[in-house]
């Protein structure tokens, strides 16, 4: 295992449109986190799981986002009805468990453009 | 969430000493973590502190940490251009992350 991978690197959609970002963590991390980062900004937090249970969602993030970690193991993100606004880089972080794991490891990013 | 707060930007000449700072809310973050992010780069773990520390020091980096005030400080001793980049708190409790500081390192 090499790391947290997300797919795809790159997604171009049209505005209205649904995406779906995926995130596979470190194994055996439980713990999993989404953030969105923009241009300038530091990393925005959406929403974090343990193990399947998603335990936060931020209050900013609005109903058409949704996220899953349905076994505890890779996680989705969904976009439904795209905004201009959602143009970001989605970020995805694992951790393990254990006051041993200092350190979230962070996979490369979606980069989302929606024109 | 709990809040985490930096300065934006800071610019130092090549050689000099920098000095980020960064203030966070949550007091029960059992580490505090600085993380690098480079133009175009994911971002990198760059050191972290144990709350139960006031100091670490790692080759050109000290971190400081003052729990009582909730300041968090890294210092980069013999700034080089290549420490050019975006500097972030952040806390483990949650995981929230500051808006960096972007550091400048002019020749």
């Known amino acids: 295992d090499t790391g947290v991978s997300q797919d795809p690197r790159h997604k171009i959609t049209k505005r209205g449109q649904n995406v779906t970002f995926r995130c596979d963590p470190i194994?055996?991390?439980?713990?999993l986190y989404w953030y969105r980062q923009t241009l300038g900004q530091g990393p925005e937090f959406l929403t974090y799981f343990q193990n399947e249970a998603q335990l936060e969602k931020s209050r900013l993030l609005s109903d058409r986002f949704s996220a899953e970690r349905p076994k505890g193991s890779f996680s989705t993100l969904e976009i439904q009805r795209t905004e201009q606004g959602d143009s970001a880089m989605y970020l995805c972080?694992?951790?393990?468990?254990?006051?041993?794991?200092?350190?979230?490891?962070f996979g490369q990013g979606t980069r989302l453009t929606v024109v | 969430g709990e809040d985490v707060e930096q300065s934006l930007f800071l610019s130092v000449r090549e050689g000099d000493s920098s000095v980020i700072n960064c203030t966070y809310t949550d007091s029960s973050s059992t580490y505090l973590y600085w993380y690098k992010q480079e133009p175009g780069a994911g971002l990198q773990l760059l050191t972290y502190i144990f709350s139960n520390m006031d100091m670490k020091q790692d080759q050109r980096l000290t971190v400081l940490l003052n729990k009582k005030d909730k300041h968090l400080s890294l210092r980069i001793a013999d700034t080089q251009t290549g420490d050019s980049a975006i500097y972030f708190c952040?806390?483990?409790?949650?995981?929230?992350f500051g808006a960096g500081t972007r550091l400048t390192v002019k020749p």
């Open positions: 972080a694992s951790l393990g468990a254990g006051a041993m794991n200092t350190e979230a490891f």
């Open positions: 194994s055996e991390h439980n713990r």
């Open positions: 952040a806390e483990s409790n949650d995981m929230r």
